[in-house]
């Protein structure tokens, strides 16, 4: 099992930024990959970054250049700063941890940009 908590949401204004953070503990494998997905009112969860067990990143292009991902091997924990945030990136946000065996999710943050 893995265990996902995420923090760092809120609300903003249109432009600003926030940064979310996940912490990760359990059954972390080795070539895991953390990222974070999100869902806003009425539509699928979408998928927004990922950090490999490389370091490589991957962004949704809606969200590319804006936010940046990073990650912490040793600390188990994967950060999105979010950067000129707009009324559409309002969502809960989750982290996840994708890995041989299962995948797994945080509880959600909420984050709400007004315009």
């Known amino acids: 099992q893995v265990q996902l908590v995420e923090s760092g949401g809120g609300l903003v204004q249109a432009g600003g930024s926030l940064t979310l953070s996940c912490a990760a503990s359990g059954n972390i494998a080795r070539f895991a990959a953390l990222g974070w997905y999100r869902q806003a009112p009425g539509k699928q969860r979408e998928w927004v970054a990922t950090v490999d067990s490389f370091g490589i990143i991957s962004y949704a292009e809606s969200v590319k250049g804006r936010f940046a991902a990073s990650r912490d091997n040793a600390k188990n924990t994967v950060l999105l700063q979010m950067n000129s945030l707009k009324p559409e990136d309002t969502a809960v946000y989750y982290c996840?941890?994708?890995?041989?065996?299962?995948?797994?999710w945080g509880q959600g943050t909420q984050v709400t940009v007004s315009s």
């Open positions: 996840s941890c994708r890995q041989l065996g299962g995948d797994y």
